[in-house]
């Protein structure tokens, strides 16, 4: 896919506020740090579509961004569990729930992945919590520039495996790094097939 136009529509933190046009809506969502803000501008070829970490006002919302006229790709924010009683079971963010099982328009979440690090607990609850919602997602591991290739190969083995341990298969995954726009065709081709279907 080529991408003709990228412009920023909305932010705020109630998904009843969310644009209400019926466009397929893709959402990104990760740890804050990951490289999420990064691998949206290297899809999109801009400079600074989603802003990078450490400038404020970005936390608690739910970015839209019309891309080519006729699909939405959302920014989210790096999610954390809410803070419950330490009883009961661990959850997400109110309106990071909110938006996943409220939004219509949702066709796939990307879950974003550091590829040098261990399987992180919440990232793991978190992808169980989508299963669960019956929310499709795939996987994106961020920063494959930072592994050597040996490495990087190890830490997607021990991934698989451990993913293995909950799901059938390994859900769709794509390696990708923003320094050097490894994946961008990959994902932009996906969201193309998938939009298409
Ligand atoms: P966010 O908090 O998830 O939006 O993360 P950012 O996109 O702001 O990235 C966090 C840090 O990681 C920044 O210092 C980025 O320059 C760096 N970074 C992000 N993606 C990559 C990548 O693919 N390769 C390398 N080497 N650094 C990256």
Redesign the pocket.
Known sequence: MKIKAAEFVMSNSDVAKCPTARLPEYAFI?R????????INMLMQRKNLAK??GRPGKTQLINHFLINKNWHLVDLP?YGYAKVSKKSKKTFQKFITEYFKNREQLVSAFVLVDCRHEPQTIDLEFMEWLGENQLPFAIIF??A??LKPKALERNLKAYQEKMLESWVEMPQYFVT???HATGRDEVLNYIEQVNAA
């Open positions: 990760g804050s740090n990951v490289g999420k803000s990064s691998l990078t970490s790096g961020t920063k520039d930072k790094s923003s320094t």
